[in-house]
């Protein structure tokens, strides 16, 4: 991973819990304890976060003048090269398991971003309010694509309506397909209490939920739960998933599909 990218990551990654150990950059990136603890340096050099003791803390930003409100999401074209090989094995899958013919609903992120190489020469409807993956499918399908109306969050290409009533309500989906930062006995996790608002009206248009979740994401937490897993029916991870976790999403019901890890 570029120097850039794990800057990005580092940043966000602040943005949604304040405060990043050493050890959490380690297992996260796969990098060294000495190439985190540069990491930290050099942002703190730059006046974009607090180096303290063991880790980062973020700077306090109540004085800021955007006035604009900010997801607390991964940066999408960073987030999307993590795993990136894994990951576009669980989107093939996924797209695997939708039949010619379907409407399905999917929502924004990196590995659901991945289901537009595959759904390409497929006769399938699709609503999603990811910005990305609406641009991909356009470019390079013949897909109807629908798209809810609302404000385009541009880190994260995700568009979020304030509107309860928009074009989500008037379409229905066989499944809904979506990723997530963190699945294990405690539910399904996301980042912002506005990206579950709008993922809700999403799951409660469709008759399927399926979570796309390589095995780093199994057993890790977030800072909101947006569903419990007896309202997940299907799981898609890989191969380097431990047999307990696996087992735990089989007693909740769950059908889990494995895919090969790729390292």
Do not use: W
């Amino acid at each position: 991973m570029l120097e850039k990218q794990r800057h990005q990551l580092l940043l966000d990654t602040l943005a949604e819990q304040s405060f990043v150990s050493v050890s959490t950059l380690t297992e996260r990136f796969g990098i060294s304890d000495a190439t985190a603890r540069r990491d930290i340096a050099k942002l703190a050099e730059q006046g974009r976060l607090r180096k303290i003791r063991g880790g980062a803390q973020v700077l306090d930003t109540r004085n800021s003048t955007t006035g604009r409100a900010r997801l607390n999401s991964s940066n999408f074209l960073v987030n999307k090269d993590l795993h990136s090989a894994t990951k576009r094995l669980i989107a093939k899958r996924a797209v695997e398991i939708c039949e010619d013919g379907e409407s399905i609903i999917i929502n924004g992120g990196s590995s659901t971003y991945m289901m537009a190489e595959f759904l390409s020469h497929r006769r399938i409807s699709v609503l999603t309010n990811s910005f990305y993956l609406a641009q991909e499918l356009f470019g390079n399908s013949d897909i109807q694509i629908t798209l809810p109306g609302g404000e385009i969050y541009r880190e994260q290409g995700i568009v979020l309506s304030s509107f309860e009533n928009d074009t989500i309500q008037y379409y229905h989906g066989s499944k809904m397909f979506m990723g997530t930062p963190g699945i294990g006995d405690f539910g399904v996790m996301e980042s912002d209490p506005l990206l579950i608002r709008a993922e809700q009206k999403l799951a409660r248009q469709a008759d399927e939920l399926v979570i796309l979740a390589d095995s780093s994401k199994l057993g890790k937490r977030s800072n909101f739960i947006f569903e419990s897993l007896d309202k997940v029916d299907t799981l898609i991870t890989d191969s380097g998933a431990s047999e307990p976790m696996l087992a735990l999403f089989r007693h909740h019901g769950l059908q889990v599909i494995l895919v090969e890890k790729v390292d």
